[in-house]
Structure formats: structure tokens, C-alpha cells
Nanobody, 119 residues
């Protein structure tokens, strides 16, 4: 069980970079698979990236592959999303989420941080 708080969102221009952070409080963080999702206005929630508890396995959505990198620091109970080469389509509220294991449902969610990309 973890509580998640995202930070690092903001207003940027196309081509810029942002690094999102997700601070977790709980006793199972190091064993949790962590994921990033996003939701743009009028659209369904979209998978962005996931990382295993150890940090050794990652997965990315097709729309961000090659541009975004997920990482974690278990000593600090924090997961990151490095976003490079941002595009207008990346504009969304970004959510951090936790799952009990790889391929398990995400059961804990943060409140989100807004990322707005302008031209």
C-alpha cells in the first residue's frame, strides 16, 4: 500500500524537456511495479510507461517510446519520468500509479500533475 504524489509538471514549448517525480509513502514501494499514465481532455487514460520493483524491467507506450524514460530510486521512494522532445500531443494530466507486481492491476493512484506543451 502506497500513497503517491506527483510533481514537476508545467508549461513548456515543443521540443522541450520535463522531469516528473512521484513521491511514494508506504511499506511496499520497492516491490511495487510503478507506472505513469496520462489523460488529455476528452480522451481516455493512456498508458505511458512502467517499471518493475527492481527497476530492471521497463515498458513504454508506443506514443512515447524513444522520447520518455522511466526510472526509480527505491532509497528515496521516488519514481521519475524524463520527458524529452515534447510534442503538443503530450499535453495531459500525468498520473503515477502502483501495482502489486508486473502485469498486475494498478490499484493506487496519485492526484496528477499537469503538463502543457505549446507551440
Amino acid at each position: 500500500q502506497v500513497q503517491l504524489v506527483e510533481s514537476g509538471g508545467g508549461l513548456v514549448e515543443t521540443g522541450d524537456s520535463l522531469r516528473l517525480s512521484c513521491a511514494a509513502s508506504g511499506r511496499t514501494f520497492s516491490t511495487n511495479t510503478m507506472g505513469w499514465f496520462r489523460r488529455a481532455p476528452g480522451k481516455e487514460r493512456e498508458f505511458v510507461a512502467a517499471i518493475s520493483g527492481s527497476g530492471r524491467v521497463t515498458r513504454y507506450g508506443d506514443s512515447v517510446k524513444g522520447r520518455f524514460t522511466i526510472s526509480r530510486d527505491n532509497a528515496k521512494n521516488t519514481v521519475f519520468l524524463q520527458m524529452n522532445s515534447l510534442k503538443l500531443m503530450d499535453t495531459a494530466v500525468y498520473y503515477c500509479a502502483a501495482a502489486a507486481a508486473w502485469n498486475s492491476p494498478y490499484t493506487r493512484w496519485g492526484q496528477g500533475t499537469q503538463v502543457t506543451v505549446s507551440s
